[in-house]
């Protein structure tokens, strides 16, 4: 300390240290404010006069012509730095940033030249500088005082600590045993040195300023350097060492709890944040007041915890605290008198109670008038518009699309998404509904949305106009088919009409120079699902049909020779694609097909059916491919039989023809690997068909009988995972048969002549009345005879 500057060493996001500069700033009465910061904010600081600034919140610095590269500088209320903000603007005292300018971090990537902000600054895409290996402070200290954990000593002697009578009395001691290390050389880097240069010679301006007493408030580790004072020329020989500067934009901008608590990233690492604001905010005793709230927790998620939990969980606490030398109950301590008596011992109401109280979902706001991108106050007039409020929790939010305020919803998610921003993602909806008119999603909002909308910006001025330019700028240099087809599907479910033409060219263009019929199958199904989305949205969709039709064409004549000499990864990735396709083909003809009313509706009709054809002739011929001169030189057994599959389930194959490929299959003349291979692909989708179809089940029962030992154990596996995909019900079902004796036997013949036991089949019309909704009509009849 110097009689003019009065220097606050302290602990970022410490809510001890917070109380200690409050009450230091009391005791001072500085006419000056400095603090540990970026000087870009000096312009925006007073906005922490605003009632709506709330924290948490955080100072985002972004380079101007790369707003990728960026970086924040997150507080609390519990942290000191804002305590210190506040105090300044509230009493209209000049309050200044003191540390290196964000500017300096955002250069070349350069290992010697890059210099990037310590903690609380939380880079984006921090260069990464070659420094020195830096001790920790705390732990050396701790290790000092005979403690293995730094975090326990430091909140036994700091956090836990109220200020005393001589408000400056800590700090002088804390500079005490920081100065102890740096005499040492202990944790000093390049990057340090630097950034004291840099404030020394602030506070000399401060100075030349007039200022008579200045509080600057820095990280405890500075305070040794801020006291030395070198020569003017000192310093200035090291800042000479610093990069070219960038130009920087600097706002604030939302923070969370849930960031604090993250040590990586974007966080702080406050492991803690809602028990130290918990501690800042609390007057008194915090231990009864915090297990009250947990209490208060876990009796709304319906667990049985009385008063009488209460008082004897704060009684635990206290022991503990004084069994284990501690000044205060901790977070530990209370941590585990809340396991023992208020969860009885249950780690997984403890997790409820770390996840809402110990670290929380707090999330800050932040005034209108804090400096935005155009892109930014958009996305806040369409929050507000559609009554969606940013919330850091999870949230689950369902959409029926035939109204007006959620379709805009849907439309506004999906252009956040195609621009980063993963505001809402798509989850599974809690109504049962197969409609294409409802979309589900789980919105949460996370700080580093700001970065990505800042980043967005260079594509548009408001949210359509940056997704539409977004969309057009993907499709132009996308390289891949099915990137395309996603990409319009995405444009259609966004609504965004000006990128869909644009993209629709370039589309239009890779499906008509690519040969992969892989890639075609990929695209199909992404294609026909925009389809079905345009008759929801009331899209044009006449472009994309004739662009999946194409497609399904190609797909039609090329697939049969494309599965020819697939090892088992390529079948097993090819038979995604067919079911995909399958169901596609499927889609496009009643996506398609007109309603009865169109003039036009026999000719599409028409071309529809001729698809549905084309699209069984090619699963024959695939089904046909049967390898005759070793594996390269038919299809795969797995493909075969989802064929054979496909066209049983279509109806364009009997179960006598399905019996007779069984049975060929199963021959000796092929291999047992190409069988077991044949059999997972058949029975893939549901085994009910060996229940209702008993032959099936006695060649596939014949056939395994009848596998060599040495061959068993090398289809084994295949069989093995083709059964466990079946119904539970259908296994037990077959195994039950299996074990009941011989299977070959004929079904149970129908009762002779074709006699109808009308009283049994009244009696389920009442039943089958119910379930269509109609009222039953029971002829009547004489008791035993038909009327």
């Excluded at 830096?134 to 036994?156: F, Q, T």
């Amino acid at each position: 300390m110097t009689s003019d500057v009065a220097l606050l060493g302290i602990r970022h996001h410490g809510p001890g240290s917070a109380r200690a500069v409050a009450a230091a700033l009391e005791a001072w009465h500085p006419d000056a404010v400095l603090i540990e910061g970026p000087p870009e904010a000096d312009g925006i600081v007073r906005l922490a006069a605003e009632k709506d600034l709330v924290p948490p919140v955080a100072l985002l610095a972004h380079a101007v012509d790369d707003p990728a590269k960026a970086a924040f500088w997150p507080y609390a209320e519990f942290s000191p730095e804002w305590v210190a903000i506040r105090y300044g603007v509230e009493r209209e005292l000049p309050v200044r940033f003191i540390d290196l300018p964000a500017g300096y971090g955002f250069g070349p990537a350069d290992a010697e030249d890059s210099v990037d902000s310590e903690e609380p600054a939380e880079a984006v895409e921090p260069a990464e500088p070659v420094v020195e290996p830096v001790a920790d402070p705390l732990a050396l200290l701790a290790e000092a005082a005979g403690h293995d954990d730094p975090e326990r000593w430091w909140e036994d002697v700091v956090e836990h600590r109220a200020p005393g009578a001589d408000a400056l009395a800590p700090f002088a001691a804390v500079a005490e045993a920081m100065a102890a290390l740096r005499a040492e050389g202990l944790g000093e880097s390049r990057r340090d040195r630097l950034r004291e240069a840099y404030m020394r010679q602030q506070i000399r301006a401060a100075r030349r300023a007039g200022h008579g007493r200045i509080a600057v408030v820095c990280g405890a580790f500075h305070v040794p350097a801020l006291a030395a004072m070198p020569t003017v020329a000192h310093d200035r020989a090291l800042l000479a060492e610093l990069p070219r500067k960038v130009r920087t934009d600097i706002t604030w901008v939302p923070w969370t709890h849930r960031r604090l608590s993250q040590a990586t990233g974007y966080g702080a690492g406050v492991q803690s944040p809602g028990w130290y604001h918990h501690l800042f905010t609390t007057e008194g005793d915090p231990v009864p007041r915090w297990l009250t709230r947990a209490a208060e927790l876990l009796r709304a998620e319906d667990h049985p915890v009385s008063s009488a939990h209460v008082i004897e969980a704060v009684r635990l606490a206290r022991t503990l605290a004084v069994l284990r030398g501690r000044p205060l109950a901790g977070l530990t301590e209370t941590l585990d008198a809340v396991r023992a008596v208020l969860c009885e011992g249950s780690d997984v109401a403890l997790e409820l109670v770390r996840d809402r109280l110990v670290v929380g979902d707090a999330l800050g706001e932040v005034p209108d008038a804090a400096p935005a991108v155009p892109l930014q106050r958009d996305l806040v007039r369409l929050q507000r518009a559609l009554r969606l409020k940013p919330e850091a929790a999870p949230k689950d939010l369902d959409l029926d699309l035939r109204k007006d305020t959620d379709a805009a919803r849907s439309r506004l998610l999906h252009r956040l998404q195609l621009l980063g921003v993963d505001w809402g993602v798509p989850a599974r909806s809690s109504v049962n509904s197969t409609g294409t008119f409802r979309e589900s999603w789980r919105l949460c909002w996370q700080p580093e949305f700001a970065v990505r909308i800042a980043e967005a910006a260079q594509w548009g001025t408001t949210v359509e106009d940056a997704a539409t330019g977004k969309a057009v700028g993907t499709a132009r240099a996308a390289v891949e088919l099915a990137e395309l087809t996603g990409l319009v599907e995405t444009c259609l479910l966004a609504g965004l009409a000006g990128a869909l033409p644009a993209v629709m060219r370039v589309l239009a263009d890779c499906a008509a120079l690519d040969t992969d019929v892989a890639h075609l199958a990929g695209a199909l199904p992404a294609l026909v699902r925009a389809l079905r989305y345009g008759d929801v949205r009331g899209t044009d969709h006449g472009a994309l049909g004739e662009v999946a039709a194409g497609l399904a064409d190609r797909i039609c004549v090329g697939l049969p020779p494309a599965c020819v000499g697939l090892d088992a990864e390529g079948a097993a990735a090819m038979r995604g694609r067919l079911d995909e396709v399958h169901g596609a083909i499927g889609l496009l003809g009643s996506a398609t097909r007109p309603g009865p009313g169109d003039p036009t509706a026999p000719g599409e009709s028409a071309a529809a059916e001729g698809l549905a054809d084309r699209w069984a002739a090619a699963l024959r011929s695939l089904a046909r491919r049967e390898p005759t001169g070793g594996p390269a030189t038919g299809a795969p057994g797995l493909l075969r039989g989802r064929a054979v599959r496909l066209l049983l389930d279509d109806g364009r194959l009997d179960s006598e023809e399905a019996g007779r490929r069984l049975r060929l299959v199963l021959s000796v003349a092929n291999t047992p690997v190409d069988a077991a291979g044949w059999i997972e692909g058949f029975l893939t989708g549901g085994g009910a068909l060996l229940l209702h179809d008993p032959r099936l089940l006695a060649l596939l029962d014949e056939w395994l009988t009848g596998v060599p030992g040495e061959v068993f154990t090398d289809v084994l596996p295949l069989l093995r995972r083709t059964f466990a995909g079946l119904e539970a019900g259908v296994r037990s079902t077959v195994g039950s048969r299996v074990a009941a004796g011989p299977l070959g036997e004929a079904p149970v013949a129908r009762a002779s002549g074709g006699a109808l036991d009308r009283a049994r089949a009244d009696a389920a019309v009442p039943v089958v009345a119910l379930l269509l909704g109609v009222r039953p009509r029971i002829p009547r009849q004489a008791a035993g005879r038909d009327t």
